[in-house]
C-alpha cells in the first residue's frame, strides 16, 4: 500500500490573528505558523498502518511558505518519503487552488491511499479531502479513523454527531480526511529532526502555477462583534473564585 | 434561477434538527430569489421525513439507510445535473464534510464552508459570514449563484410549523459504488451519561496533563458536578469518549457549563452554547468561548480548580 499524507502548516491560534490592510486576508507574514494539528493525526495513523501492515508512506506538501521542517519532522518520525511541490505560489493561495496542484500532482503519482487531516483552521472554501476526491474522480470520506488495510482495500471507520459511527471498507485508489490516529502522535526530539535534516534529502517536484478555480471571494475578515461577550471578573484566581461561589449561591447551584 | 437543494440528513428516524433549519433558511431564501426548494434525502427511512419537509419537491435516493459517502454524492450530483441548481445547502456536519467539497470540485462550483449566516443579495447571488481559524475571526463571503454552502448546525432556528405534502420522486442512481458499509456502531454510553448531569465541569486542552485531571474531579465532588472535556482531552487518552462535549461527541444543555482551558471552536460550541449559564475561564482573553459564555476570566484554570474547590469546602 502506498499511502501519501498531506501536511500543511496554518496560523497558530494561540497568537494574535493581525489582519492585513484590505481587511480581507490576513497579515500571512506577520504570523507564526504550527503545523496543521489533524496532520499529525494524518500522520500518526499512516505510520501505524505501515508498523502494522509495511504501507510505504510519503509526506506530501506544497511549498507556500516554511514546509521543510514539517517534512523533516515527517521523515524523523519514520516517513519514507518527503515531497515538496514547488511553484510559483505563496501563503494566500486558497484552499480550493491549492486542492487543484494537489490533485494534478497525485492523479499521476501512484498513491492507493491518501491521507489528510479532517480539516484545518483555515479552510474556508471546503475541505481538502472531499475536494481532492471530487476533482480526482476518488471514493472519499471524511472524519476518519481506525483504518486499516484489508487484502488490497480498505477499512475505516467514520464518526457522526452524537458518538455514533459506521464502519466501511473501499477499494483503492481512496481519500481519507483522519480525525484522530489510533495512539496520540508520536514525539520526536529536535535533535532527530536535526540530524534527519542533515542526511535525507526532500525530493521537490515542479508542481504548476496557480490554477484557476471558481471561487467565492472574501468580502471582509474580522473578529467577531462582541454581541454576546461574556461578562468578565478581573482579578486573580482567589477573586475569580470568590465571584463563582457568589454566582452558584445566586443561581443556587451549590450542592 | 435554478432550486435551492437542500441536502437533508436523518437522526434516529428523525430530520436531523440541522437539515430543518435548512430547509426553513432555503424556503425564505427561495421566496427572495423566486425559486423553489428542493430536498434530496438517502434511504427509506427518510421518505417520511421528506414528504413533510416543507420543499416543494424531494428527491429519495434508493439504496442504503446509513449514509454510504460515494452513493450519496453519485445522488447529489446527479440532482444538480437535472435541476440546473441555483445553491445547495448542506448542514456542516460529516456528511456536509464529504458531499460538500466532493461535489463542488467535480461540479465546479464554488464552495463556502463553516456558514453561519445566509442571505439573499440583488441579482441571484446570496452573502455569507464563515466561522474561521477556530471561530477567532468571521468571514464575509460573497455567495456566486450555483455554490455549494455548508452551514454550521444551530446557526439559525427552524420554523417550528410545516404545512403542505412535499412529492417525493426515487432516484435512482447507476454505477457500482466502490465503498460498502459493513456496520454501524451505537454509542459507547460509558459510565456517566453527561446529558444528564446540572453541572458540568469541563476541561480542554488547557488541562495540560492527565496528572492535572485529579484537580477537575475534586472541584467536580465539592460541586456535586459531572466532569466532560473537550475533543483533544479524549484524543490523548485522558478520559473516555463517553464524556466528549461537541460536534462528534454529546450535545449538553446543563444548568451551569463550568468551561476550564477550552478555547471554544466551533465544534466545541456546537454542544455546549444551549447550556442555561456558562461560565469560562480561559487565559487567551481573545478566545472564542468568551463570545458564548455569560462569565468569564483569564485567570489559570491550574490555580483557579483547587482554591475553587476549598472554597466550597471540598478536598484540600
Ligand atoms: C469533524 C470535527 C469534529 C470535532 N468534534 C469536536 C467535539 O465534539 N468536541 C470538541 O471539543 N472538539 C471537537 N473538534 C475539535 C475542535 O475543532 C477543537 O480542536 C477542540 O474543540 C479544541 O479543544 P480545546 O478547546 O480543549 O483546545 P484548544 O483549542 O487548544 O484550547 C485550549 C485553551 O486552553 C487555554 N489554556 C491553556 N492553558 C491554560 C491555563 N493554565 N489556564 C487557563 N486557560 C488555559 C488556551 O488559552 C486555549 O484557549 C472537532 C473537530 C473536527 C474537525
Ligand atoms: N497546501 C497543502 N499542502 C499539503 N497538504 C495540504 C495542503 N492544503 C491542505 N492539505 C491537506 O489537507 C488537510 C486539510 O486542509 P484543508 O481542508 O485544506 O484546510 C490538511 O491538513 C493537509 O493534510
Same mark, same amino acid.
Do not use: C, F, M
Given at each position: 500500500m502506498r499511502i501519501a499524507v498531506l501536511v500543511k502548516d496554518v496560523p497558530d491560534l494561540v497568537e494574535e490573528l493581525e489582519l492585513d490592510e484590505?481587511?480581507?486576508?490576513?497579515?500571512v507574514d506577520d504570523l507564526s505558523y504550527v503545523p496543521s494539528e489533524w496532520d499529525d493525526q494524518a500522520l500518526e495513523e499512516a505510520l501505524l498502518l505501515k508498523e502494522a501492515s509495511g504501507a510505504h508512506v510519503s509526506a506530501v506538501a506544497l511549498?507556500?511558505?516554511?514546509?521543510d521542517n514539517m517534512l523533516y519532522t515527517a521523515l524523523a518520525k519514520g516517513a519514507d518519503r518527503a515531497v515538496k511541490l514547488v511553484g510559483d505560489y505563496d501563503r494566500t493561495l486558497p484552499g480550493r487552488q491549492r486542492a487543484r496542484i494537489l490533485a494534478d500532482y497525485l492523479a499521476g503519482a501512484g498513491y492507493d491511499l491518501v491521507m489528510t487531516g479532517v480539516q484545518a483552521v483555515d479552510d474556508l472554501d471546503g475541505q481538502i479531502a472531499g475536494l481532492l476526491g471530487g476533482m480526482l474522480g476518488w471514493p472519499h470520506a471524511s472524519v476518519v479513523r481506525d483504518v486499516a488495510v484489508d487484502s488490497g482495500a480498505v477499512r475505516f471507520v467514520q464518526e457522526y454527531a452524537g458518538g455514533r459511527m459506521a464502519e466501511f471498507r473501499s477499494s483503492t485508489p481512496l481519500v481519507l480526511g483522519v480525525q484522530a490516529a489510533k495512539k496520540p502522535p508520536r514525539y520526536v526530539p529536535i535533535a532527530r529532526i536535526r540530524q534527519v535534516s542533515r542526511s535525507a534529502a526532500l525530493e521537490e517536484v515542479e508542481a504548476g502555477g496557480s490554477p484557476s478555480e471558481s471561487l467565492a471571494a472574501i468580502e471582509r475578515l474580522y473578529r467577531?462583534?462582541?454581541?454576546?461577550?461574556a461578562t468578565m471578573w478581573d482579578g486573580d484566581a482567589e477573586q475569580v473564585a470568590a465571584a463563582l461561589v457568589a454566582l452558584l449561591d445566586e443561581q443556587h447551584l451549590r450542592s | 434561477m435554478g432550486p435551492i437543494i437542500v441536502v437533508v440528513e436523518m437522526q434516529s428516524d428523525a430530520m436531523s434538527p440541522a437539515s430543518a433549519e435548512l430547509l426553513s433558511r432555503a424556503r425564505q431564501l427561495a421566496r427572495a430569489q423566486s425559486t423553489r426548494v428542493v430536498a434530496l434525502g438517502f434511504g427509506e427511512a427518510a421518505r417520511g421525513a421528506l414528504g413533510s419537509s416543507g420543499a416543494d419537491d424531494a428527491f429519495l435516493a434508493a439504496g442504503a439507510d446509513a449514509y454510504v459517502p460515494t452513493q450519496a454524492e453519485a445522488a447529489l450530483r446527479q440532482v444538480l445535473q437535472e435541476t440546473a441548481a441555483g445553491l445547495v445547502l448542506l448542514p456542516n456536519t460529516t456528511m456536509g464534510m464529504d458531499l460538500g467539497a466532493a461535489t463542488a470540485a467535480a461540479e465546479g462550483r464554488p464552495m463556502v464552508a463553516y456558514a453561519t449566516s445566509l442571505a439573499a443579495v440583488e441579482g441571484g447571488a446570496f452573502k455569507a459570514t464563515s466561522q474561521v481559524y477556530g471561530g477567532k475571526l468571521v468571514a464575509e463571503v460573497a455567495v456566486p449563484e450555483g455554490s455549494v454552502v455548508t452551514v454550521l448546525p444551530g446557526s439559525w432556528p427552524a420554523d417550528e410549523a410545516v404545512s403542505g405534502t412535499t412529492p417525493v420522486r426515487d432516484l435512482v442512481v447507476a454505477g457500482e459504488s466502490p465503498m460498502e458499509l459493513v456496520r454501524t456502531i451505537e454509542p459507547d454510553t460509558g459510565d456517566v451519561d453527561i446529558t444528564r448531569a446540572d453541572v458540568l465541569v469541563s476541561v480542554g &486542552? $488547557?488541562?495540560?496533563? =492527565?496528572?492535572?485531571l485529579e484537580l477537575a474531579d475534586e472541584l467536580a465532588e465539592a460541586l456535586g458536578a459531572v466532569v466532560s472535556c473537550s475533543r483533544p482531552v479524549v484524543d490523548a487518552g485522558w478520559? =473516555? &469518549?463517553?464524556r466528549q462535549v461537541g460536534k462528534s461527541g454529546q450535545t449538553v444543555k446543563p444548568k451551569l457549563y463550568l468551561a476550564l $482551558?477550552?478555547? $471554544?471552536a466551533p465544534e466545541h460550541l456546537q454542544g455546549m452554547k444551549d447550556s442555561e449559564i456558562i461560565v469560562a475561564i480561559n487565559s487567551d482573553p481573545t478566545a472564542p468561548i468568551f463570545e458564548v459564555a455569560h462569565y468569564g476570566a483569564t485567570c489559570d484554570i491550574l490555580e483557579l480548580m483547587p482554591i475553587l474547590t476549598e472554597r466550597l469546602g471540598g478536598a484540600d
Open positions: 484590505s481587511g480581507r486576508g490576513l497579515a511549498d507556500t511558505g516554511d514546509v467577531p462583534e462582541a454581541q454576546g461577550h | &486542552r $488547557g488541562i495540560q496533563d =492527565p496528572d492535572n478520559l =473516555p &469518549r463517553a $482551558g477550552i478555547s $471554544g
